[in-house]
């Protein structure tokens, strides 16, 4: 399987987003997000809002939904781990949610500290009511991400986009 | 919290003679009770009943996308600080419109007034402005609390308010529990005056 290029996946995937309406990015920095928040950042319509932590992303994109705008939140797996209260806020209300998580701890990773939080990313998504779209081959990217918006902004769904390590390639140590 | 003499039932009231001009974010417990009494629970109040520390954060995101509204969040200590980190993200974006209102009464007056940071060491007013604010300040009597009303309309945003009080009940208002009424209720109040 060819790996595809980060710089080519992401710009397919943030053209879109923005076809979708999607104006704010907010992130936690991680190495599989990187290309996609520099196009957001760089973005005439689009804007980057750097987090402190992965689960004010989500409160975030509820108070842009109040205001009439989308945001989607970009954080890598570990991330997920700090969401589960705050995703109350997206099940309880019926908010849309798309969140973009880049995996670690699955195929191919090295570092031991990842694998808890790699394991219970599908486990924490499910038990909070987000709906799980996964990427393993290039070719699921845009069939996925598509679903994924439809889910959340015509079905009212909290949904995550997956990219695996599969997708994204495995850090090297 | 020693010397706290503001009556939390009073502060809102005093700070906003005119909530309608905002849309409003409230965190959970008393924060929510006294935001819904403001304002009658105006369609404009988002008023969270759980999901603690999530206030601040919402309030961004309603500033960033609705930049030519005023946004106040009005929040309490414990609920802050579970988050104190969103305040980082409020000054690195740097929304001008957003105006952060933190009732300080230096306990977890939900679960049984708990005493918190506030009551030892912790200065919010000066968390916010460590964090990057460009506008922090604290009130802990009548004289500030007019300061306070004057700097949520002039001094530079982001804006904090951290409004000392003595320790006390809440606004008596019973405000919806449910998360998702609120939701349809504000987003169809935001869309009908969108532009106006």
């Known amino acids: 399987m060819a790996r595809p290029e980060p710089a080519d996946w992401s710009r397919r995937l943030f053209d879109l987003l923005v076809e979708a309406g999607v104006t704010l990015f907010a992130y936690v920095p991680d190495a599989g997000n990187r290309a996609l928040i520099d196009l957001a950042e760089a973005g005439n319509d689009t804007r980057a809002v750097l987090l402190a932590s992965e689960q004010e992303g989500i409160a975030l994109a509820a108070g842009a939904d109040l205001a009439g705008a989308r945001a989607v939140v970009c954080m890598q797996s570990s991330g997920v781990g700090n969401c589960p209260n705050m995703l109350s806020l997206v099940s309880g ?14 195929y191919g990773e090295m570092n031991p500290w990842q694998y808890p939080m790699g394991r219970a990313v599908g486990p924490v998504l499910e038990a909070m009511g987000v709906l799980s779209f996964r990427v393993d081959e290039p070719g699921d990217l845009e069939a996925a991400a598509r679903a994924a918006v439809d889910a959340a902004w015509r079905g009212g769904q909290g949904t995550a986009l997956v990219l695996s390590q599969r997708f994204l390639g495995a850090k090297p140590f | 919290m020693t010397g706290a003499e503001l009556d939390r039932r009073e502060v809102l009231g005093a700070l906003f003679p005119d909530p309608a001009r905002y849309l409003m974010v409230a965190g959970l417990a008393g924060s929510a009770r006294d935001a819904a009494a403001l304002t009658g629970e105006a369609d404009y109040l988002f008023a969270f009943g ?9 309030g961004l995101g309603m500033a960033l996308a609705a930049p030519d509204r005023p946004v106040a969040v009005i929040t309490g200590d414990g609920e802050l600080l579970m988050n104190a980190g969103a305040l980082a993200s409020v000054a690195s974006a740097m929304p001008e419109n957003l105006s952060i209102v933190c009732i300080d009464n230096g306990r977890h007056g939900e679960t049984g007034g708990q005493l918190g940071h506030t009551a030892r060491r912790t200065d919010l007013a000066k968390l916010a402005e460590g964090a990057g604010l460009p506008s922090a300040m604290t009130a802990a009597d009548g004289a500030g609390l007019a300061a306070a009303a004057d700097f949520l309309q002039n001094a530079p945003g982001p804006r904090l308010v951290c409004v000392r009080v003595r320790p006390g009940p809440p606004a008596d208002y019973r405000r919806s529990w449910d998360p998702a009424e609120c939701r349809l209720r504000f987003r169809r109040a935001f869309r009908e005056t969108a532009g106006g």
Do not use: C, H, Q, S
Request: aromatic share 4%; hydrophobic share 50%; charged share 15%.
């Open chain 1, 93 to 106: 209300g019926r908010f849309p949610l798309l969140a973009i998580v880049t995996m670690r701890g699955d």
């Open chain 2, 50 to 58: 759980g999901a603690m520390g999530g206030a601040v954060p919402m």
